[in-house]
């Protein structure tokens, strides 16, 4: 764990939920880690660890042009991560100018009210831009 990460978990141990805004999202397989580009992305080892100290985790996720059953299949394999197999997936699209996602990572104990949150934009004018995502 680099001591960036270690220090932000020192001090978001009293966060329920972290929120990680990359640049770009997920790291991509065109991408290399310790590239000059990789600091615009999260890695899923980041959102794990996260995960793993009892948090929630939601990222930002910059799409690309690809059918959207394309596009969600790059998060199949965070997905079926032994350590997170429990975790519930929520996903909002933002569909106002490019298309920009915000991915849920949930902890048992979250679902509830982040679906009570998502339902309340949903039911809001809000909803206009923003549609859910089916995992």
Partial sequence: ???WQRNSLEKLACSDIIF???DNGLLVKSVSLGSNKSDKYVTADELVTYFLTGKSVVFYNHRCREKEHV???RFSLLQRNNEISYAEWKGLKFVRGTIRDYLFILQPYHVDK???AIESIMQSSWNK????INF
Avoid: A, T
């Avoid at 831009?129 to 859910?132: A, G, I, R, T, Y």
């Fill in 71 to 73: 596009y969600l299949k």
């Fill in 129 to 132: 831009h923003f549609s859910l």
């Fill in 1 to 3: 764990m680099k001591n």
């Fill in 20 to 22: 990680c805004d990359p």
């Fill in 114 to 116: 982040v679906n009570s």
